[in-house]
T-cell receptor, first 115, second 113 residues
Framework: EPEVTQTPSHQVTQMGQEVILRCVPI?????FYWYRQILGQKVEFLVS????????KSEIFDDQFSVERPDGSNFTLKIRSTKLEDSAMYFC?????????????FGSGTRLTVV | AQTVTQSQPEMSVQEAETVTLSCTYD???????LFWYKQPPSRQMILVIR??????QNATENRFSVNFQKAAKSFSLKISDSQLGDAAMYFC??????????FGTGTRLKVLA
């Protein structure tokens, strides 16, 4: 069964530092997403990405965040200057269709801890 | 506003018994998708079952079935013959014609041996 792979599984960073979270989506999927889950809270949408550009983003996805597909296989989320409130589990997902009728395939997440 | 509500933070079920997890949502859209995702301790969210809003027939996937009541905006998940491996956090999700899911807060299911 194809998987979405996320690295690292856990990242600890100092407040104000930049972090890059990495994801390898399923190879024949065209739509990519980042979600986050603050401990004990609901899963929240951050951004969707298709054809090398952002398709949709939430209010959470401000200028501190950026996404990139640098080499045709990786899909990265960068947080430029981390804040304490950025501590969360970050999930990457991919899908083969825009409507997501077949559901998304999620990765196992990166737990980001900002200290 | 589009919201998804899961009113049961935690549920328990005896192994081999049946349990129903509740989900309600609020939307003014007529066409959308609904999903249940399972998040075991491994953290990866796994699709359990999906339902298209324009279909009246309730979706089923082996031991998992839904009770979709469009007028009531209700989408409950029934797990029959519960197994220890069903223990997980279950998220109900609503998806309109955009890219994003709107998730509920989740229900933690415990399966008792």
């Amino acid at each position: 069964e194809p998987e979405v792979t996320q690295t690292p599984s856990h990242q600890v960073t100092q407040m104000g530092q930049e972090v890059i979270l990495r994801c390898v989506p399923i190879s024949n999927h065209l739509y990519f997403y980042w979600y986050r889950q603050i401990l004990g809270q609901k899963v929240e949408f951050l951004v969707s990405f298709y054809n090398n550009e952002i398709s949709e983003k939430s209010e959470i996805f401000d200028d501190q965040f950026s996404v990139e597909r640098p080499d045709g296989s990786n899909f990265t989320l960068k947080i430029r200057s981390t804040k304490l409130e950025d501590s969360a589990m970050y999930f990457c997902a991919s899908s083969r269709d825009r409507e997501g009728f077949y559901g998304y395939t999620f990765g196992s997440g990166t737990r980001l801890t900002v200290v | 506003a589009q919201t998804v509500t899961q009113s049961q933070p935690e549920m328990s079920v005896q192994e081999a018994e049946t349990v129903t997890l509740s989900c309600t949502y609020d939307t003014s859209e007529s066409d959308y998708y609904l999903f249940w995702y399972k998040q075991p301790p491994s953290r990866q969210m796994i699709l359990v079952i999906r339902q298209e809003a324009y279909k009246q027939q309730n979706a089923t996937e082996n031991r998992f079935s839904v009770n979709f009541q469009k007028a009531a905006k209700s989408f409950s998940l029934k797990i029959s013959d519960s197994q220890l491996g069903d223990a997980a956090m279950y998220f109900c999700a609503y998806k309109p014609g955009t890219y994003k899911y709107i998730f509920g807060t989740g229900t933690r299911l415990k399966v008792l041996a």
